[in-house]
């Protein structure tokens, strides 16, 4: 709470100005902690019937009663509002006392409020801090809450300082039956509202943390790379239409340098560079986490970044590769395995876990170089790759057990 040292408020009249009438109007005189304001009472009076010792209108009659009771009014009004602002803690200015006198209420924050702002943060610092898949995702959020309120509330917005842990379970709720989202999709549209929320209460807009109590735990998901028969299968396999040809190509060269679908669609001529080995290498930085990522740029990527340099979309954009949408490759991978019988799900972020498995520690990459190369944080998010190579392990000995068991 912000204290003060001084408070007072006084009736007075502004001689210097007059209506038609040579009247002059009575205002009243806020001071705190030395800052003045002033409020008009939308009365005048002639100056020869202010008091100004006693700060009222002198005499008796109707009208000098009126003003003075008005005044009284105000100043009573004054001390409740800086009475409830120190008991309920919060800061004591100007503008919340004259609100008080004046019995305009105080804008109540609503959720959309802090959560649209975060939103126009997020979309600031795409490039910098952000992709714009990730702005897409905190708008999908957003949309996903306004259609919440609508349904749940039917309203178009919720007052922050109502939200409980009721709003957070229903808004779960919500997203995995009407949302028509899974349970790790839903824990990432609630994370983003967390988020919001922390910043509600990092600025004092919320007193309690509706999230207190709540949690969600996420579903394991085993993501299977290509084995290196599978790796094979898809780089001999010749398709008729372009456009899977060059989404084998751009998936490939993620299995063989182990980028992220943001960092291949990213990459430039400004991120080869020869290395302390006399080898071309990749130096570039994770979009996600701003991580370096040093990179060999083996045979088969190097191939796929020559056979694509004169492509038309490359020479306009600058960038390496004629990558698409996140949308449209994942999309034309699915048609990719069904032709070539991969009966694995193909998506972009395979191709990283391919290259980390298949082509790094199935090869004697050893942990701590692979953790630089995939530009990780620490050494426990590249361990999730050799539990993936444990279960291929497993699968392929799998009927060596049968078969000695007999």
């Given at each position: 709470m912000k204290?003060?040292?001084?408070?007072?408020?006084?009736?007075?009249?502004?001689?210097?100005k007059t209506n038609k009438l040579r009247e002059v109007p009575v205002i009243m005189r806020l001071t705190i902690d030395g800052k003045i304001s002033e409020i008009a009472t939308k009365h005048y009076i002639k100056p020869e019937l202010w008091d100004s010792n006693q700060g009222k209108v002198k005499g008796k009659s109707i009208y000098s009663k009126t003003i003075n009771d008005t005044i009284e009014l105000f100043k009573l009004r004054a001390?409740?509002?800086?009475?409830?602002?120190?008991?309920?803690?919060?800061?004591?200015?100007?503008?919340?006392i004259k609100n008080g006198i004046l019995g305009i209420e105080e804008k109540q924050l609503t959720l959309l409020d802090v959560f649209t702002k975060l939103v126009k943060d997020v979309k600031a610092k795409i490039g910098v801090e952000f992709s714009f898949s990730c702005y897409n995702a905190y708008k999908a959020s957003e949309n996903h809450i306004r259609n919440f309120i609508y349904l749940e509330y039917k309203v178009k917005d919720f007052k922050l300082k109502e939200l409980s842990y009721k709003f957070i379970a229903d808004f779960e709720l919500y997203l995995k039956t009407k949302g028509k989202c899974r349970q790790n999709g839903a824990i990432k549209h609630v994370q983003r509202l967390k988020k919001a929320i922390k910043i509600a209460l990092k600025y004092n807009y919320l007193e309690k943390d509706p999230f207190l109590l709540?949690?969600?735990?996420?579903?394991?998901?085993?993501?299977?790379?290509?084995?290196?028969?599978?790796?094979?299968?898809?780089k001999n396999t010749r398709f008729n239409f372009q456009r899977l040809e060059i989404i084998k190509d751009m998936f490939l060269f993620t299995c063989y340098t182990g980028l992220a679908f943001i960092d291949a669609k990213h990459l430039r001529m400004s991120n080869l560079s020869i290395g302390i080995d006399g080898e071309e290498w990749i130096y570039t930085e994770r979009k996600k986490t701003g991580n370096p990522c040093t990179i060999p740029l083996l045979s088969p990527a190097k191939a796929i970044l020559e056979k694509?340099?004169?492509?038309?979309?490359?020479?306009?954009?600058?960038?390496?590769?004629?990558?698409p949408s996140n949308q449209k490759f994942n999309a034309y991978l699915k048609e990719i395995a069904d032709i070539c019988g991969i009966r694995k799900k193909l998506t972009v972020h395979i191709g990283r876990h391919t290259f980390a498995t298949t082509i790094a520690l199935q090869n004697g990459v050893p942990m701590e170089v692979l953790k630089q190369i995939l530009g990780h944080d620490n050494i426990n998010t590249t361990q999730i790759y050799a539990k993936v190579t444990n279960t291929l392990i497993a699968a392929s000995t799998q009927a060596l057990r049968k078969k000695l068991a007999k």
């Open positions: 204290t003060t040292r001084t408070f007072s408020i006084l009736a007075m009249v502004r001689r210097t001390k409740q509002h800086y009475n409830k602002l120190i008991e309920e803690g919060k800061d004591i200015d100007l503008d919340a709540h949690s969600m735990s996420k579903d394991k998901v085993v993501r299977l790379p290509l084995n290196e028969g599978e790796l094979e299968l898809l694509y340099k004169e492509h038309e979309r490359v020479i306009t954009s600058g960038f390496l590769l004629p990558i």
